[in-house]
């Protein structure tokens, strides 16, 4: 396995190969992680993980001096799982100045996570747009964890044309259903027991749908009330139309529920796709 820093090598290393499958990651690597590897790996001859924790999408006030960044643990991870290239790039190779041209992405950027995290998909957005640009796959790969980063990935690849098939891997959870996470680290013992809440709440709102119920203001309010009283601060829980992520009405099928919510100071999201 290589382990590249500089684009100008990336690009000679990566010249003469026949496909390409790329997985961009912010590295502290787990189980998830390394699903869209194994993903990666049936797709192409030689898969690219790129770990890059990018300033651009996080705001202020947000965790990037704190975010776990593990590189050592993450190569030994990666290499034993057969990747072809780790891309580990400095902040100085990636924004050798300050990074000016940014994408304006669609009305979807600002609603869900982008009401509560303004910017957020912008920063993801132009980061992967560099590494697309960098890496130049046939494929990548991004996990249904961040639903609307897929959503919004899929939607700039589609609309700037770039020939790059972009595929989704399923959520891996942890035993009690949390979905695992980098940011999962930031909990305690209590945390961690009570970070399967959310996960249930979206589970019976699902399962409540796909039984026939149609009241979604009220499932979602109940979600939101448990939620709450168990102490969670509830960004939004939010049922949406799974090929708009527009707000879903109750004519509407193919639908995706989706939460974030803090326990005390960690934000973890998660969604469910309903099939009713
Ligand atoms: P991150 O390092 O958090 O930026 O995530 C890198 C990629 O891994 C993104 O496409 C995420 O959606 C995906 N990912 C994160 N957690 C999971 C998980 N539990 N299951 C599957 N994919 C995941």
């Known amino acids: 396995m290589e382990i590249i820093t500089d684009i100008s090598s990336l690009r000679s290393f990566l010249k003469n190969k026949a ?17 869209l590897v194994q993903m990666a790996k049936q797709q192409a001859e030689c898969t690219v993980v790129s770990i890059f924790v990018n300033h651009l999408q996080f705001s202020p006030t947000e965790d990037f001096n704190q975010y776990p960044r593990t590189l050592e643990k993450d190569c030994t991870l990666l290499k034993d799982n057969d990747v072809t290239v780790v891309f580990t790039p ?5 924004y050798p100045e300050a990074q000016k041209v940014l994408l304006n992405l669609p009305p979807v950027a ?34 249904k964890k961040d639903y609307q980063q897929f959503y919004i990935v ?30 999962n680290g930031y909990l305690n013992n209590d945390e961690r027991i009570e970070a399967s809440r959310l996960y249930k709440m979206l589970l019976l709102i699902k399962q409540a749908i796909e039984q026939g119920n149609k009241n979604f203001q009220k499932l979602q309010d109940n979600a939101k009330r448990i939620l709450t009283q168990s102490g969670w601060k509830v960004d939004y829980i939010a049922l949406q139309q799974r090929n708009t992520l527009n707000q879903a009405t109750v004519e509407d099928h193919e639908l995706v529920v989706l939460g974030a919510a803090w326990l005390n100071k960690t934000r973890l999201i998660d969604n469910l796709e309903i099939h009713d």
């Open 90 to 94: 400095s902040e100085r190779t990636l």
């Open 110 to 143: 600002n609603t869900l996570e982008g009401e509560y995290r303004p910017g957020f998909f912008q920063g993801v957005a132009t980061v992967v747009l560099k590494l697309f640009n960098i890496v130049q796959p046939q494929v990548a790969i991004f996990g």
């Open 19 to 35: 496909s390409i499958a790329f997985v961009p990651t912010m590295g502290n690597l787990h189980e998830g992680h390394l699903s």
């Open 154 to 183: 899929q939607e700039m690849a589609r609309q700037l044309n770039f020939p790059i098939d972009i595929l989704a891997g399923e959520t891996i959870r942890a035993a009690d259903g949390l979905a695992l996470s980098s940011r």
